[in-house]
């Protein structure tokens, strides 16, 4: 069967990150080109804020890959934006970004010791 003609209603991207490789790119460039200032100054509450940086960056990465799958449209990753509703809480993502078909994002983040994790489920309504 051909992909190409296959109609997805739904795309599903993910994301594993190695703290101490995450630790050794992390600079003020790369927080500047990628997170927008609500995830800095969120990222920035915690005790431990590299955590909570890779964590927005997994959860990013995901996005972009399950959206990448229905719509070959650029998308910049400082166009999605991760956030919460309360420290800690539920994540959510905001795309600065139109497409034509309406979709609906599912958001889930992880971490446990030296890796963080996110999975992205992105629905076509």
């Not at 956030?83 to 993502?93: A, F, M």
């Not at 309406?102 to 890796?115: A, M, N, Q, R, V």
Request: glycine share 4%.
């Amino acid at each position: 069967m051909n992909n190409s003609a296959v109609k997805r209603t739904f795309s599903v991207g993910n994301d594993v990150v190695l703290l101490s490789e995450f630790e050794k790119s992390f600079n003020s460039l790369f927080k500047k080109k990628i997170y927008t200032d609500q995830e800095i100054a969120y990222c920035n509450l915690f005790d431990k804020p590299l955590l909570r940086y890779a964590s927005t960056w997994a959860a990013k990465e995901a996005v972009y890959k399950a959206i990448k799958q229905i719509s070959k449209s650029p998308l910049p990753f400082k166009k999605i934006e991760i956030t919460r509703e309360k420290v800690g809480g539920l994540p959510n993502v905001i795309l600065h970004v139109k497409y034509t078909l309406p979709i609906e994002i599912s958001l889930s983040i992880t971490h446990d010791g030296d890796y963080v994790w996110a999975i992205a489920i992105v629905e076509q309504l």
